[in-house]
T-cell receptor
């Protein structure tokens, strides 16, 4: 069965510092993997997705994630945090069934001035 | 523009008063889903539909109903809402085709049941 674990419900970094949000998944088949961002009082916005092409996926707003099959991980990174990156981030997985996407519990990212 | 539209965006209702949240997509997708978002739990699937007249339970279906009479619409029905259904609800429309996976989410409906 599919599942997603996001390590750390809250991450705080200084402006300009590296952002690293951790995501591990379990899946019995090669998965589709996603990162979504949710700004306060807004809906979900797709940051990036992995669909079995390049293992390093670049997304919007300077974010990227690397699919590591051996570690069953799909961590999200950004070299330099901006204040505008403060939001909640969700990692998600699908085993190719368009009917279901499994979400992690979310990580709230705070940026310190 | 590809879009999933939910209405209403905000709703406050009383326990036991039936309500419907509408969802419509303009992409001719076969798959549609409803999720609820609760703090610390992420998004959990309530119901999904693989095509017209084909619906099935997700992970948290209790207290909800859905219907899929037309491909574009997938309303969520709460026959007798209770306070534990206070949540943020998202409708989604998705497609998997030739290795391509597309999922679109509505803007969300914040429901409060008092």
């Amino acid at each position: 069965a599919q599942s997603v674990t996001q390590l750390g419900s809250h991450v705080s970094v200084s402006e300009g510092a590296l952002v690293l949000l951790r995501c591990n998944y379990s899946s019995s088949v090669p998965p589709y993997l996603f990162w979504y961002v949710q700004y306060p009082n807004q809906g979900l916005q797709l940051l990036l997705k992995y669909t079995s092409a390049a293992t390093l996926v670049k997304g919007i707003n300077g974010f990227e994630a690397e699919f590591k099959k051996s570690e069953t991980s799909f961590h999200l990174t950004k070299p330099s945090a901006h204040m505008s990156d403060a939001a909640e981030y969700f990692c998600a997985v699908s085993e190719g069934s368009a009917s279901k996407i499994i979400f992690g519990s979310g990580t709230r990212l705070s940026i310190r001035p | 523009e590809a879009q999933v539209t939910q209405n209403p965006r905000y709703l406050i209702t009383v326990t036991g008063k039936k309500l419907t949240v509408t969802c419509s997509q303009n992409m001719n997708h076969e798959y549609m889903s409803w999720y609820r978002q609760d703090p610390g739990l992420g998004l959990r699937q309530i119901y999904y539909s693989m095509n017209v007249e084909v619906t099935d339970k997700g992970d948290v279906p209790e207290g909800y109903k859905v219907s899929r009479k037309e491909k574009r619409n997938f309303p969520l029905i709460l026959e007798s809402p209770s306070p534990n259904q206070t949540s943020l609800y998202f409708c989604a429309s998705s497609l998997v085709e030739s290795g391509r996976f597309e999922a679109f989410f509505g803007q969300g409906t914040r429901l409060t049941v008092v």
